[in-house]
């Protein structure tokens, strides 16, 4: 009725928008995924350019650190790289003493309680992710080799993915 419509003016009501196929959201998400799917992608590919037998690490770390906005991407790649430099340090120096499984066991424990001191539980995941990967992935050569190619590998997925969100691609 008039009424009706003169009310609905009044009160600015307004017909719903017919959903879009690519709406604010979903364009997000795509831009998200094509930002994820870089920057994995390019770990992967700088990865075999250094000669690094296990830079799909690289790649991983990239996905896990990638958020959809610079200040979420730049706080995950900080919680990331401590973890793994926690980890790495004590996956290391708890390889040199006692045996499996009590010195892994006891590098886990350590980890959780330097990260949770230091007031970087988001980080102590990471470190005991690392020191599994150091201490259980068996792998000929030394170990301090190994955690180093970890470090290397997560660096080399925080910084990608820092580029690949602050550049804007």
Not at 45 to 65: E, K, M, N, T
Not at 95 to 108: C, D, E, Q, T
Not at 127 to 137: D, Q, R, W
């Amino acid at each position: 009725t008039t009424s009706q419509q003169q009310l609905a003016i009044k009160l600015r009501v307004e017909e719903k928008e017919k959903p879009r196929i690519l709406s604010w959201e979903r364009q997000r998400l795509l831009i998200h995924a094509a930002k994820t799917a870089l920057a994995a992608a390019l770990c992967w590919w700088l990865a075999l350019r250094f000669g690094w037998r296990d830079g799909y690490w690289g790649s991983i770390s990239a996905i896990i650190v990638l958020q959809s906005n610079v200040g979420s991407t730049v706080n995950a790649s900080r919680d990331r790289i401590l973890g793994t430099l926690i980890g790495a340090v004590l996956g290391f120096s708890f390889s040199l003493f006692g045996v499996l499984p009590w010195n892994y066991i006891l590098a886990v424990l350590a980890a959780v309680i330097v990260c949770g001191l230091l007031g970087l539980r988001s980080s102590s995941r990471l470190a005991g992710v690392t020191i599994t990967i150091i201490m259980l992935v068996q792998k000929t050569g030394p170990r301090w080799i190994l955690a180093l190619d970890r470090v290397g590998e997560v660096v080399l997925g925080i910084v990608v993915a820092l580029a690949v969100t602050t550049l804007g691609f």
